[in-house]
């Protein structure tokens, strides 16, 4: 049975949802729920996502199911700036995705978007 309000996925449909990257908000469940998190981050990357290991959780860049950086957004009065801070450097593959990502941000926003990377 199925909770109202949730969906069932299979294994297929997370790999395919996991197959983009994804720019996700801080507390996020991808990280939150779990105490072991090291199969989707290094603990290098969980210093820079929590740091001072203080409860509270940045933004975080997912690419191929693992969390490859930080994010955090700029707003002027029409445009979001998305910065992208990789914990190493990515595939231009994952640019391409990103600033996908960082364009239905800011069509949600109702602002045009733009992404920096951060090297």
Not at 24 to 37: C, I, M, Q, T, V
Request: charged share 20%; proline share 5%.
């Amino acid at each position: 049975m199925v909770a109202t309000g949730s969906v069932s996925l299979d294994s297929a449909e997370v790999d395919g949802i996991l197959a983009e990257p994804l720019l996700l908000p801080s507390f996020d469940e991808y990280l939150l729920s779990y105490r072991d998190r090291s199969a989707v981050i290094s603990p290098e990357g969980l210093t820079a996502v929590i740091p001072g290991r203080n409860g509270m959780f940045k933004p975080v860049v997912v690419v191929g199911g693992e969390v490859v950086g930080i994010w955090s957004r700029h707003l002027t009065s029409d445009t979001v700036t998305v910065t992208i801070e990789p914990f190493e450097e990515l595939a231009s593959a994952a640019h391409d995705g990103l600033a996908r990502r960082a364009d239905d941000y800011g069509a949600f926003l109702g602002m045009q978007a733009q992404m920096v990377i951060e090297v």
